[in-house]
């Protein structure tokens, strides 16, 4: 159907109308903007609301060295600092099995950085594999925009390399090879419990 | 066989030689003055360094409103405030059981008061045991010195009761009756897994 102005003359959509650009603008960018970690939170609500898994991020550890007590009012930290966690930042439980896991964004497109990692996490998803726990990392190539869940025992292998002379990265094409890669659902930016489910069959 | 001193008189030792006395007020309120936190952080200590659990208390949750980064420097929080967790306070790993669990002190003698729980931690609890993890309170009587592993189905049974007109607290008959109870053993102040392999046998 033809919209028609007052005066008779045919309404034609502007290639560019400000409705749609916007939209597509923001979908987009939208998308684009969010950081791993925010895309983890809304996953994790979203297996937590429909009962399928209790994940949770872990609160940052800051050392407190200074609190005021103002009266009738809330405790203020005055000075703090940020400290070192001695855990990754996720764990939690999907039916009966133990998860932890990490999750690292970069921006290259040809290799993930081992530096990305730091001992005492390694440590401590060893340590949880030995438990009978499901430990993994989460890759996201931003640049890419491809995300992979990526089996912690690969993840030792490569670690353990790098002191022996070996790369300090893991190639691209290794982790699209050995990871499950998390294709974003409606809700569900990261998807990361059926790639567990495969994780288990293997 | 007898000290002398060289003018010849036999030494004897002072009824209370500062030696001793020093040890002995040192060990006594060393273990009572260690609060039940502590005595879980040393026991998850001993448990992941002899490889038989990875158990971890989280960190305090703050909402950062101000951080200032001073030149050379590490970045240092000048305005912050504590904020309710909506998970509890410790969960980890245990021979492919996931354990979660929050630690309570009570000063009562004959009960123990459900207001020291939050309804947040309690749905946690109960989603995390929907989910097949393992969940318990561990409460310390500070009074007697006595501390209880106390299964999280009795607590929640305990938590709705009180909604219905049911009493405000969990009587300590019924915790000694229902808990298991965690007695001290050297290096290890809360043995709480084998009260957890009490639990699975149940």
């Known amino acids: 159907m033809t919209i028609r102005y007052p005066n008779g003359n045919a309404y034609q959509a502007p290639a560019t ?5 916007f939209a597509s603008h923001y979908t987009n960018y939208g998308k684009r903007g969010m950081t791993l970690e925010e895309e983890l939170n ?6 937590q609301t429909h009962g399928l898994a209790v994940v949770h991020k872990k609160p940052t550890p800051i050392r407190i060295v200074k609190v005021d007590y103002p009266k009738r009012s809330a405790a203020v930290i005055k000075e703090a600092y940020f400290s070192t966690a001695s855990t990754t930042d996720y764990n939690g439980v999907y039916q ?20 990305n990692f730091h001992q005492h996490q390694i440590d401590h998803m060893r340590a949880c594999t030995a438990q009978g726990g499901i430990c993994f990392a989460i890759i996201k190539f931003v640049s890419r925009q491809e995300t992979y869940l990526y089996p912690a025992t690969d993840l030792f292998t490569f670690w353990d390399d790098q002191t022996n002379g070996g790369r300090k990265s893991i190639p691209y094409t290794e982790i699209a ?9 409606l809700q569900l930016p990261v998807p990361y419990l059926n790639a567990v489910d495969q994780l288990l069959k293997r």
């Open 17 to 21: 109308s400000a409705g749609p650009k």
């Open 42 to 47: 809304q996953s994790n609500t979203y297996y």
């Open 177 to 185: 090879a050995s990871g499950i890669k998390l294709i974003a659902q």
């Open 96 to 115: 009966g099995h133990y998860l932890d896991f990490d999750a690292k964004e970069t921006k290259n497109q040809a290799s993930f950085p081992l530096k």
